[in-house]
């Protein structure tokens, strides 16, 4: 655990040894939650308006974005209007389950903003929107056991997340715009390509028409398989993306490293091509078991994919796109 020093000293300063440990196996997550309640009750009010300012001033996670919201609603406007027959716009909540982000993304719990009411601040739609792709899909199989009949979601959403960036262009708090879709296994990757399909095309045209048709674009994809299967990528998905986009280099990636033990094996990443020569990654998705684990079911099928709204926007929303 990164922090057990300092748990250890607050530990010795307390007086209670294993007082997390305590806190953790002899509270119930109700118990523990009025705990936490109280403790900021009493917090806040020691709180002077002067203090509340000088949070707001230095405090990371609450500083305003430097993105134009006019800029972001253009888009969003873009991306639901582009969205493929059959997807379903979703408005999510702020927060969802305590334990989303580490037990069904397995991400570390540290990286994401935990409240004192057993929730989290959404720190990635996409598990959320699998949530919900999993229980419509339960409802689907409760009706009928064999159901292929597939749940397409789409969301634009604010997450926090908590860990600290290197990189300048990423901030603790953004928009991104994510796709979910949950199935049944069709057999030979068929749920999985033609979705992986319906994902990348989606983005390509929903960056085409902010972008403009001008704008050079890639579709990278890579597959974490012990398979060779570049054939059936290649027929199944590269193929018809370069017959319905124009100005889109489409290639195999065999280098990505990123994204391995996330996604099950295949995945993808859409890049913008600046006039620098830089590659800019806009898009990530790709194949993961999330929703075979939330539902005890190996049929089961997810597919993913989020582009980063703020990035987007702060990259190209002073040029013209008329």
């Given amino acids: 655990m990164a922090n057990r020093k300092m748990l250890d000293r607050i530990e010795r300063k307390l007086g209670v040894p294993g007082l ?31 203090d ?23 888009w969003d406007r873009t991306a639901f209007a ?50 919900e792709c999993a229980l419509r899909r339960r409802q689907l199989l409760l009706a009928e056991p064999k159901s ?20 300048p262009r990423s901030v603790p708090h953004f928009s991104a715009f994510a796709l979910c879709s949950a199935g049944q296994d069709r057999g030979s990757l068929q749920f999985e390509l033609s979705t992986l399909l319906l994902h990348a095309g989606f983005f390509l045209r929903a960056l085409r028409a902010f972008l403009g048709a001008e704008m050079p674009l890639r579709l990278a994809v890579t597959d974490f398989g012990v398979a060779d299967r570049e054939a059936l990528l290649t027929t199944q998905l590269l193929s018809p993306v370069q017959e319905r986009f124009a100005n889109v280099d489409c290639v195999i990636d065999h280098e990505r490293a990123s994204g391995r033990n996330y996604y099950v094996d295949l995945c993808f990443h859409v890049y913008a091509m600046l006039a620098s020569g830089e590659a800019l990654e806009l ?31 702060m990259e190209f929303g002073h040029q013209d796109r008329q």
């Avoid at 953790?24 to 308006?49: F, G, H, K, W």
């Avoid at 979703?90 to 989303?100: I, K, M, R």
């Avoid at 292929?148 to 990189?167: E, F, T």
């Fill in 20 to 50: 997390v440990t305590r806190l953790v196996e002899r509270l119930t997550p109700t118990d523990m939650q009025s705990v936490l309640l109280e403790v900021y009750r009493q917090r806040a009010a020691r709180i002077q308006p002067a």
């Fill in 52 to 74: 509340v300012l000088s949070a707001y001033e230095t405090n990371r996670f609450v500083r305003p974005s430097g993105v134009s919201p006019q800029t972001l609603l253009e």
């Fill in 82 to 131: 582009n969205l493929p027959d059959g997807f379903e716009a979703v408005a999510l909540s702020s927060v969802c389950p305590l334990g989303t982000s580490s037990v069904v993304g397995l991400v570390d719990q540290n990286r994401v903003v935990s409240t004192s009411r057993n929730t989290e601040v959404v720190s990635d739609s996409t598990n959320v929107l699998a949530l």
């Fill in 148 to 167: 292929k009949q597939p749940i397409h979601l789409a969301a634009s959403h604010r997450l926090l997340r908590a860990q600290a960036y290197s990189d």
């Fill in 283 to 313: 898009v990530d998705g790709g194949v993961v078991d999330w929703t075979q684990r939330l539902l005890s079911n190996a049929k089961e099928r997810c597919v993913i994919s989020a582009i980063g709204s703020e990035r987007l926007c």
